[in-house]
Nanobody, 124 residues
Framework: QVQLVESGGGLVQPGGSLRLSCAASGSIFSINVMGWYRQAAGEQRELVATITSGGSTNYADSVKGRFTISRDSAKNTVYLRMNSLKPEDTAVYYC??????????????????WGKGTLVTVSS
């Protein structure tokens, strides 16, 4: 079993900053892509940023220059530093990871895993 647990959400004023963290745990053999997605009320879930095991990053146009994704592979953790936050950044932020796990038989399985989300509210 694999778990992804997000933390770091909360209420922040426009122009403020937050750092989200997402830690993966369980029978992990390797982690490929890790990323952040968000879903605002009444909207579809959308990509925010992703980072590969090699460190290549990808960002949504709406967050480029304001958000930074990073990862600590030794800790199976991905971070999202969010600066210059705007009210339109308000959403539940979800962590997603493509993880290869090890079964008791030794067989490897690869799949996508999601965290339960952390709420970010940008408001004065």
């Amino acid at each position: 079993q694999v778990q992804l647990v997000e933390s770091g959400g909360g209420l922040v004023q426009p122009g403020g900053s937050l750092r989200l963290s997402c830690a993966a745990s369980g029978s992990i053999f390797s982690i490929n892509v890790m990323g952040w997605y968000r879903q605002a009320a009444g909207e579809q879930r959308e990509l925010v940023a992703t980072i590969t095991s090699g460190g290549s990053t990808n960002y949504a146009d709406s967050v480029k220059g304001r958000f930074t994704i990073s990862r600590d592979s030794a800790k199976n953790t991905v971070y999202l530093r969010m600066n210059s936050l705007k009210p339109e950044d308000t959403a539940v932020y979800y962590c997603k990871a493509t993880i290869t796990t090890t079964a008791a038989t030794g067989r490897l399985y690869a799949g996508d895993y999601w965290g339960k989300g952390t709420l970010v509210t940008v408001s004065s």
